[in-house]
């Protein structure tokens, strides 16, 4: 007993400053994360901050400790020297293991104490209670350290561990009903268990745990004496070339093979649980109307997409529709729509207010055809050099091709100069700029004009060419493809009219219809920055009109923060600084106060809801704040 209290004492000074460091760096986070738990109006408890400490920083505690412990010594071979003591090798690993848990379970306890008395001021704190937090502590950080521990001798493979343990645990996540914080060490500190099961004891949780821990100490027995101690030195060098290709070769064959699985595997498909809802067959689609009042608006509207989804497929040669479901959102105006997110088996799910007395049903209809277009090409009809003609036909399949002189209006307000293909080129930026309503009005024009340069056929064949392939291919192939048979290619193809001649036709019919409508809202839109306190800017907008529009229509600053890539926003990216116009008054300003700080990129724009064209926008831009 005697040496083996002189090696840990030899650990114990080596190590010292170390240990020391890592223990007074562990309790000042966890400070940090009680005062940020205090300081949360939606925190319950300062007992939540013991979670995400034990989850994030104890294991990079175990992870540093190990190193400095095992993997810095056989590195340096300075473990020779106590193979020269009288001690068994699993006598030295007991003896690092015991003096790396002396280190590092004191910590656990002590964070659990802080926390306990942080806590003790606003809630009744039982000894019960405490001492299964330090039973669910402790028997945690004993899993971690032998994990830490047993993986420290497996030398230049431990990195490799690590990240195929974490890949190998998501795979499972997503594939299988296996939940991580339901089993095991990590639903002995999952947060919504922690700080408030304080009766109950998790027996199972805690046999779990530690039948795992103790099997890793097992693993760093064997590793640590297999052959006097060979296999763990020979573990302990540095990787070749030969075992780096063979070990990228498995993580590449194992991302190969998960994707392929998640490919194959069958999706049980979304379905409305309510028995509000409307099924047609024909065209794939239900309507959930929520209560039985809605129940005959419900029926309208699903009589009137039927019959449009029905001849659209039919038109464009599919052999089937995309299963779509639209359902009654309450929150939502008659003009805005939404589509959720859904797994890749679960179809379409759009949600409007089509109860609302103001619902534009014929915009809906727009939506939900560019939405499907979009389903079916596997989104590559969003692609932005022929995205133009995704807004455009679904208009124009929605409205008919008769020029509607709403849209129309749109389009000659926002083409003062005409359509140029440079437009077409950057329809995001234009779309952006103009908003998604004027953009697909103005590919609406275009598809009219199409239509009376070469008749209705002419638009469904380009149709057809643009989206009538079934199944489209979701690979390189339909890249390639696009490549050799631009949009130009296929118009060509399909109407017989090359680009510049089609591009023409667009712009003179614009011609024949342009003129100044009444009402239209034109002047200048100004967005200034200035400086607020500290480091805050706040943004003071301003709308100078040449007629003031009619008292109290809407008009708004829309604004978002910007990421460090150029992205596409959505609406759901957006918020809105809501403002109504006041009687009689040519100019409006308004101010947004410390949003934003110094360097960040945002987007900012101006929009106004006419009377006659809906939503357009007189400014549009992305900025970065000085």
Not at 29 to 39: G, I, P
Not at 63 to 92: G, I, K, N
Not at 96 to 110: D, N, R, W
Not at 442 to 468: N, P, Q
């Amino acid at each position: 007993m005697r040496r083996l209290w002189t090696v840990a004492l030899k650990e114990a000074r080596q190590h010292r400053w170390a240990f020391l460091s890592l223990a007074a760096l562990l309790l000042g986070t966890l400070w940090l994360l009680l005062k940020v738990y205090q300081a949360q109006e939606e925190s319950l408890t300062p007992l939540d901050a013991l979670p995400p400490f034990l989850l994030l920083f104890f294991p990079l505690a175990c992870l540093l400790s190990s190193h400095q412990l095992v993997v810095s010594e056989y590195a340096e071979q300075t473990q020779v020297f106590l193979e020269t003591l009288p001690l068994r090798r699993w006598e030295m690993a007991a003896v690092k293991y015991l003096v790396g848990a002396l280190v590092l379970f004191p910590v656990v306890v002590l964070s659990i104490a802080v926390g306990a008395g942080a806590a003790a001021g606003s809630e009744p704190i039982e000894d019960r209670f405490i001492g299964l937090m330090l039973v669910r502590g402790l028997v945690y950080a004993f899993f971690v350290w032998s994990f830490f521990f047993a993986t420290a001798f497996t030398g230049r493979f431990r990195m490799v561990l690590y990240l195929g343990a974490l890949f190998l645990l998501i795979a499972l996540t997503a594939f299988t009903e296996f939940d991580p914080s339901e089993a095991g060490p990590i639903a002995l500190v999952r947060p919504d268990a922690f700080a408030y099961e304080r009766h109950e004891v998790p027996w199972e949780e805690l046999s779990e745990t530690l039948g795992a821990a103790l099997a890793l100490i097992l693993l760093a027995t064997f590793l640590q004496s297999f052959h006097e101690g060979s296999l763990a030195e020979e573990l302990s060098r540095r990787m070749s070339q030969k075992e780096k290709a063979v070990i990228l070769w498995l993580f590449l064959s194992f991302g190969i093979g998960v994707a392929y699985f998640d490919q194959q595997r069958t999706r049980a498909p979304f379905e409305f649980t309510d028995e509000h809802v409307l099924y047609s067959a024909a065209a794939r689609l239900e309507v959930f109307y929520a209560y039985e009042e809605s129940r005959k608006e419900a029926e309208s509207l699903l009589r009137k997409l039927e019959s449009s989804l029905v001849e659209l497929r039919q038109e464009l040669g599919w052999e089937q529709l995309p299963e779509a479901r639209i359902g009654v959102r309450s929150s939502l105006d008659g003009r805005t729509f939404e589509r959720a997110e859904m797994e890749e088996n679960g179809g379409l799910l759009v949600r409007c207010d089509f109860t609302e007395p103001e619902f534009d049903s014929t915009a809906f209809e727009a939506y939900l055809v560019r939405e499907i277009l979009d389903e079916m090409s596997h989104g590559r009809a969003r692609l932005e050099a022929r995205r133009w003609a995704h807004d455009g036909f679904s208009r124009w399949w929605a409205q008919g091709g008769d020029g509607t002189e709403v849209p129309i209006r749109r389009a000659l307000w926002a083409t003062p100069e005409g359509i140029s293909e440079h437009d077409l080129r950057t329809w995001d930026v234009f779309r952006e700029r103009h908003g998604e309503t004027v953009a697909e009005a103005v590919g609406y024009s275009g598809f009219c004009a199409l239509e009376r340069m070469r008749g209705r056929k002419a638009v469904l064949d380009l149709a057809r060419e643009l989206w009538g392939r079934e199944p489209a291919p979701n690979d390189a192939r339909r890249t390639f493809e696009e490549w050799r048979h631009p949009l130009a290619h296929q118009l060509e193809q399909s109407t017989g009219l090359d680009w510049d001649e089609f591009l023409g036709g667009w712009n003179r019919a614009l011609a024949e219809s342009r003129r100044q409508p009444a009402g239209l809202p034109r002047g200048t839109a100004r967005v200034r920055e200035e400086q607020g306190e500290g480091s805050g800017r706040d943004l003071v907008y301003s709308l100078k009109l040449e007629r003031p529009l009619p008292a109290g229509t809407p008009w708004a600053l829309v604004h978002a923060r910007l990421g460090p890539f150029d992205e596409e926003l959505s609406d759901a990216d957006l918020m809105r600084e809501e403002h109504l116009w006041p009687a009689g008054q040519p100019q409006v300003e308004g101010r947004l106060v410390g949003r934003y700080g110094r360097s960040d990129r945002i987007f900012v724009s101006i929009e106004v809801d006419s009377p006659d064209l809906g939503p357009i926008r007189l400014l549009a831009e992305r900025r970065e704040l000085r």
